[in-house]
C-alpha cells in the first residue's frame, strides 16, 4: 500500500489584500522526498511555505497536511516544520537548553522531551557542541541548532527557505550534510533556494514557481537527461575582459557573460553560434572579432540551464507547462 503523501496542495490561491500571489497551484509531497523550489525574487515561495505550514489561510482551495488541515490543527502544525532563513533561538542559553525549551513549547509529553531532544541533536550532527551557549556558535552551527529545533516534532513535512544563504563554504556542506539524511525520518522536505548547485545537491524533484504559478514541476534525473541529450553548450574562458568590440561579437555567437572572464552559451541562444556546435568554427569567428579567447570548453547544461527557460517561458519541448492541467 502506498503511504499516504506527507502533504497535498489542490488549486490554490492566495492574495495579500487585492493582489494576487498564488494562483492554481496544485501540488502532492510524499514522504521522504526532497524537493527544490525555485523562482525568482517576489515569485511567491515564501508564502506557499507559510500556506503549507499554516500560517496563512488560503483565498481559495485547500492544503492538507499529514491528512489535516494546518489551518485548523494545531496537532497538524506539529508535524510541520518551519525553519526560517533567521536563527530564532535563545543565544543566552545552551543548544541543548534551546532544544528542551522548544519540545516543551510544542507540547511534547514531559517523558518525551529528552529523546526528543537527544535525536535532534544527532541527527543535525550537534552532539559535541549541545553544551555551548548558542550565541557564541558561528552563523553555520547556529542554523543548524535551528533546524534541530524544528526537528522536535518528528514533522511530516520539513520547510526550509534558503538553508545556506549567507554561510561559508564548509557550514554549507555541513547543512547538506544533514538534510541529505532527513527524508530517512519519513519526513518530505521542500526547500527554497536560489542557489542551483544546492537544489541538484539535495533534490530529487524540482519546482519552479514564477508570477505565484508552478511553471515547471518535474524529476531533477528525468529533466536534466532530457536538457543533456541536446547538443553541447560552449564556455569562453577570456584572458581579458572582453571590450566593446569582442562583448558584440561574443553576444552574437550566442554568448551572456557568466562573469567578466567567462561566457557562455545556454542551450537557446546556442543554436545561434557562428559555425553551429563546431568549436573550431566558433574559435575562428571570436578570433577574427579580436576576442582575447584563452580556452573554450564544452560545458554540461545543469539546472541553471533549465530554470532560465522555463523563467523566459520557453520550456523545453517535451515538458508539459504545468499550467496545461489546469
Ligand atoms: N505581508 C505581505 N503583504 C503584502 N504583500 C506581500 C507580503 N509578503 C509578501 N508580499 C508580496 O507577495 C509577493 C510574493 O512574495 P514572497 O515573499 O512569497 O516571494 P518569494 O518568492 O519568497 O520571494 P524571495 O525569493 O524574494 O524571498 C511579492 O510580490 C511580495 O512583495
Known sequence: ???????????????????????????????????????????????????????????????????????????????????????????????????????????????????????????????????????????????????AAALLGEPALVLLDEPTQGVDQAARAAIHAVLERLPETGAALLVATHDFAEAERLAGRVLVLQDGRIRLDGRLADLLARLRAGPPEHEVALAEAAGPAAAAALRQAGFHPASPLVWQTDRRAGDTVAGGRDGAALLAHLRRHGVPVREIRVREPGLDVLYRDVTAGEPPADLRPVEAVA
Do not use: C, H
Open 1 to 147: 500500500m502506498t503511504p499516504d503523501p506527507a502533504a497535498t496542495v489542490r488549486d490554490l490561491a492566495f492574495s495579500y489584500r487585492n493582489r494576487r500571489v498564488l494562483d492554481r497551484v496544485d501540488l502532492v509531497f510524499a514522504r521522504g522526498e526532497t524537493v527544490a523550489l525555485l523562482g525568482p525574487n517576489g515569485a511567491g515561495k515564501t508564502s506557499l511555505m507559510r500556506l503549507l505550514a499554516g500560517r496563512l489561510v488560503p483565498e481559495r482551495g485547500s492544503v492538507r497536511v499529514a491528512g489535516g488541515d494546518p489551518g485548523r490543527s494545531s496537532a497538524v502544525r506539529r508535524a510541520i516544520a518551519w525553519v526560517p532563513q533567521e536563527v530564532a533561538l535563545y543565544p543566552r542559553l545552551t543548544v541543548r537548553e534551546n532544544l528542551e525549551v522548544f519540545a516543551r513549547l510544542l507540547g511534547l509529553p514531559r517523558a518525551a522531551r529528552a529523546p526528543a531532544v537527544a535525536r535532534a541533536l544527532t541527527r543535525t550532527g550537534l552532539d559535541d557542541v549541545a553544551s555551548r551557549l548558542v550565541g557564541v556558535l558561528s552563523g553555520g552551527y547556529q542554523r543548524r541548532a535551528n533546524i
